[in-house]
């Protein structure tokens, strides 16, 4: 569907600017700003690592969204530099919706296997699985910790506090309008790539509190 989108804005000479990474068999390549998934999938990992955990579950986004895909494969690079255990880390089938929580949690519970760290690869799911895990009695972050992906607003208003990777929207809608319009002054500009970090947000979820 997005590859019939974009064929129609090239056909028709709509000069447009891409929030995301193109697919790389996209041809020609297109102009882009995002964020640096697979670093803040690799900052996730680290962090949980960092603070102990035995074993760790990722709730993993769609398998055809670029975001998830790039989450995970940082998480698990995060997991090989500092020598993680790969039988220690196991996967939950998400799909960026609170209710795919829920399921993972309700799964967990049932089958007595609360991991001592979960990284959801957006926060809808991280505050699904941590709501169903508090309603049950699983003390968080004494019992495990939770770490999300987004910093949406409510990330910060759940209790406790979601731990999240933040992405900057202020910025990604910035570097987007400046450079479209650059694009539309300038029609045979070239291809720009700007690629921004993702920062890591602690708060209470992990256990620790810096905002």
């Known amino acids: 569907m997005e590859k019939t989108y974009v064929d129609y804005l090239l056909k028709a000479d709509i000069p447009f600017f ?6 790389t068999d996209y041809i020609p390549s297109h102009s882009y700003v995002a964020v640096d998934d697979f670093a803040g ?4 990992g680290k962090h949980l690592i960092d603070l102990g955990v035995k074993n760790i579950l990722h709730i993993q986004g769609p398998s055809n969204s670029r975001d998830a895909l790039e989450r995970k494969k940082g998480f698990l690079q995060a997991c090989r530099e500092y020598d993680f255990p790969q039988n220690q880390v196991t996967f939950f089938k998400g799909d960026f919706h609170e209710p795919a929580g829920q399921r993972c949690a309700a799964e967990l519970i049932e089958r007595g296997e609360i991991p001592e760290g979960i990284f959801a690869a957006n926060d809808m799911m991280a505050i699904g699985c941590m709501r ?17 992906y987004d910093d949406i607003i409510l990330a910060s208003y759940v209790e406790p506090g979601l731990t999240t990777i933040r992405i900057p929207f202020d910025d990604l809608a910035r570097v987007a309008t400046e450079e479209l319009v650059k694009q539309i002054e300038f ?5 720009i790539k700007v690629l921004l970090d993702a920062d890591l947000v602690i708060r209470s979820s992990c256990g620790a509190k810096t905002e």
Not at 18 to 23: C, G, I, Y
Not at 187 to 191: C, F, N, S
């Open 41 to 44: 999938g690799y900052k996730a």
């Open 18 to 23: 891409r929030l995301s990474k193109a697919p």
């Open 132 to 148: 169903t895990l508090l309603k049950h009695g699983i003390r968080i972050p004494d019992d495990v910790k939770i770490i999300g």
């Open 187 to 191: 029609p045979k500009r070239k291809t």
